[in-house]
T-cell receptor, first 113, second 115 residues
């Protein structure tokens, strides 16, 4: 089955700096890669996703890149703000063989004012 | 509109007791998922329901865990003879599941503490 590894487990940045979270996956047939943000006491919420037919996707201050050859994808947050502080999860799905996402272990991002 | 709701939000029980956790998915969503999130860990898949198909139970950790979905809507996760290692946040998610890529909408979770 799929295995997703996520790094780092914790990340602290100064407000206004960029944050990068990286994930690797094992199933070369995986074709869908969402990122979820989980605030304290809440369920995860989708913030951006990318499919295997593109290499990069941007949405305002958030971007995701995908390297299919290396089987890794990354989340980039620019101009970080205190409200970006949360736990971020990456996930991967092979839509041809599964319907459930495999999640990474999460990154606790803290944006220091 | 209403999102995914779960009840109770917190549950404290004694070791050996049975517990039932409830999930109300978004209306019209045909897929429903249960996950377990232990402290500081990622989301561990437990079980998946899709319409009237047989559920995918491949993630259930033991036969003490079971789930059902009545009428294709509300789902109940039951843990029998709870153990301390069952303490975690149990998350439910639903999705439209039309096509290959579908956003999963998560509920706020039920925090289970087994004493």
């Amino acid at each position: 089955g799929e295995n997703v590894e996520q790094h780092p487990s914790t990340l602290s940045v100064q407000e206004g700096d960029s944050a990068v979270i990286k994930c690797t996956y094992s199933d070369s047939a995986s074709n869908y890669f969402p990122w979820y943000k989980q605030e304290l006491g809440k369920g995860p919420q989708l913030i951006i996703d990318i499919r295997s037919n593109v290499g990069e996707k941007k949405d305002q201050r958030i971007a995701v890149t995908l390297n299919k050859t290396a089987k890794h994808f990354s989340l980039h947050i620019t101009e970080t703000q205190p409200e970006d502080s949360a736990v971020y999860f990456c996930a991967a799905l092979n839509s041809g063989s599964a319907r459930q996402l495999t999640f990474g272990s999460g990154t606790q991002l803290t944006v220091l004012p | 509109g209403a999102g995914v709701s779960q009840s109770p939000s917190n549950k404290v029980t004694e070791k050996g007791k049975d517990v039932e956790l409830r999930c109300d998915p978004i209306s019209g969503h045909t897929a429903l998922y249960w996950y377990r999130q232990s402290l500081g860990q990622g989301l561990e898949f437990l079980i998946y329901f899709q319409g009237n198909s047989a559920p995918d139970k491949s993630g259930l950790p033991s036969d003490r865990f079971s789930a059902e979905r009545t009428g294709g809507s509300v789902s109940t996760l039951t843990i029998q003879r709870t153990q301390q290692e069952d303490s975690a946040v149990y998350l439910c998610a639903s999705s439209l599941n039309r096509g290959s890529y579908n956003e999963q909408f998560f509920g706020p979770g039920t925090r289970l503490t087994v004493l």
